[in-house]
């Protein structure tokens, strides 16, 4: 987040400043216009017709060339052919439609003029000029005038999908680069205000504005931005801001508040903000603060590190990231030194509040390309952390683990890495570090496992066999089937 970007959002409310057209243009012509038409070529009037209407009224018909002046408006209208109709007070102009006035001028190829209404209806490659250099391009416009009576400030309404490209002047008064500003209509009203709608852009060659519809007012400097809006810086510095609806409010044609509502997202090269609202505060043109809030968590992250918490206050004094603030229920994780490190887990950090403390030296400061590291963190109330260091057993695999709770903890880093952990009051925890067998212990096990009898299943026991009856006595005569051994 650089100067840059956010001058570039003071470019956009400056548009806003210039969009109105008319802030600083001639007064506008008053009172009700009396025309008074005739043909333009003076030496050969005959090409025109007068016919006189039972009313008393009178219908004109004018070819040739016709002009009509209403003189005390300083106004004037021309074109290659023309009628005027006495009881509807319309003047129809055909071909190369030319109007002036002092706040406009104005070509097209039809146009009619409804004196009772004070409007002007162009048709048909309108080009509108304006004493600021702004221009408007489109296939219809309607100007409504500034009549006693009838209305106290003019109104111009675009439809077709105009074009309009805004001249800003500098302090010196010398025209910048124009901004374009493309919508399906568009309603310009009185000094200040100004209405777009439809797949809105608003283009400047380092900044594109989206939106399908969008409003801008001059005399409160204010922007907003509305369904599907969001806002482009290019270069080589890219951000975008996205929500449902966004606010710009400035102070002398600088941005001094951007207020992004409904799924906020901000990405940058440093960091990408997501909350429900973010709301960032600028001075001069600089950013020097964000919040996030909503009833969704709001979080802050880049690849080196990711904060989530119920809501974060990012201070960054002159554009350059110093603190960030999470309040409730606070989350912070960071990648460990995996080039010293076997890990594919987070260092984590909890608490009710976490305060990040970034780099703010005079290198980091001054190198506009380089993404200030975390010094600090610190978590209070109900802190936890779970972070991972090298083992003392360099052939060890496995980082050794760093687990501590306490009412406070301060994590300091160097080189972007942890580099030392201290618990304020009651603390408690486990650290676990991982080591390698030693060499006669394998050893040992080995000759264990080589002189322990191999196992085997048991087996039922034999059936034991009965000896042969070897005895010369008579057999027993109770036995059945007497005899002798070999019976």
Same mark, same amino acid.
């Given at each position: ?37 005739a ?35 300083? !106004? ?54 304006l004493?600021?250099?702004?221009? !408007? ?45 493309? *919508?399906?209509?568009?309603? !310009?009203r ?12 608003i ?5 594109l ?46 941005v ?17 903000l ?7 505060? !600028? ?25 989530? *918490? ?50 703010s ?11 200030p ?12 952390s ?13 980082? *050794? ?16 890495t ?70």
């Amino acid at each position: 987040m650089r100067s840059r970007l956010w001058l570039r959002f003071a470019a956009v409310i400056a548009l806003a400043a210039s969009a109105s057209l008319q802030a600083q243009q001639p007064a506008a012509p008053t009172g009700q216009c009396q025309l008074d038409v005739a043909a333009r070529d003076t030496l050969n009037p005959g090409g025109l017709t007068q016919i006189t209407q039972p009313s008393g009224q009178v219908n004109l018909y004018a070819g040739g060339g016709v002009i009509a002046r209403c003189p005390l408006q300083n !106004m004037t209208l021309t074109a290659d052919s023309g009628e005027y109709y006495g009881d509807r007070r319309l003047l129809h102009l055909i071909g190369n439609v030319h109007y002036v006035e002092p706040r406009l001028t104005l070509d097209s190829q039809l146009a009619n003029y409804f004196m009772a209404e004070e409007r002007l209806e162009a048709q048909g490659k309108v080009h509108a000029l304006l004493p600021s250099g702004t221009t !408007m391009d489109g296939p219809r416009m309607d100007y409504y005038r500034v009549a006693p009576g009838i209305r106290d400030q003019s109104n111009m309404i675009a439809t077709g999908r105009p074009t309009i490209k805004i001249v800003q002047a500098d302090s010196t008064g010398k025209p910048g680069e124009p901004a374009t500003v493309i *919508a399906n209509m568009v309603t !310009m009203r009185g000094d200040s205000t100004v209405f777009a709608s439809g797949k809105v852009e608003i283009t400047r060659p380092d900044v594109l504005a989206k939106g399908d519809s969008a409003s801008l007012d001059s005399r409160s400097e204010f922007a907003r931005l509305m369904r599907g809006p969001s806002i482009t810086a290019r270069g080589d510095r890219p951000f975008v801001l996205t929500g449902t609806v966004i606010d710009l409010y400035g102070k002398t044609r600088m941005v001094d508040r951007v207020i992004a509502r409904g799924d906020a997202k901000s990405v940058s090269n440093d960091a990408t903000l997501t909350a429900d609202t973010l709301d960032f505060r !600028m001075n001069e043109g600089r950013l020097q603060r964000v919040y996030g809030w909503g009833e969704s968590r709001s979080r802050a992250a880049n690849p080196a590190y990711d904060i989530v *918490a119920d809501s974060l206050d990012v201070r960054m004094p002159e554009q350059r990231l110093r603190e960030v603030h999470a309040v409730g229920d606070a989350y912070a994780q960071s990648v460990p030194d995996t080039a010293h490190l076997h890990t594919t887990e987070h260092d984590w950090l909890r608490g009710d509040t976490i305060l990040a403390y970034f780099d703010s030296s005079a290198a980091v400061v001054n190198d506009s390309a380089s993404q200030p590291g975390i010094e600090t963190l610190v978590a209070v109330g109900h802190a936890r952390s779970y972070y991972q260091i090298a083992p003392r057993d360099t052939a060890a695999i496995g980082p *050794a683990i760093n687990y501590v709770r306490g009412e406070r903890i301060n994590v300091a880093f160097a080189n972007r890495t942890v580099d030392s952990v201290t618990i304020v009051g009651q603390a408690a925890g486990v650290y676990a570090d991982p080591t390698t067998p030693k060499a006669d212990s394998l050893a040992r096990e080995r000759q264990e496992q080589s002189t322990t009898p191999p196992t085997r299943e048991p087996t039922a026991p034999e059936r034991p066999t009965v000896p042969p009856d070897t005895s010369s006595t008579a057999p027993n005569p109770g036995r059945r089937g007497g005899g002798t051994g070999d019976e």
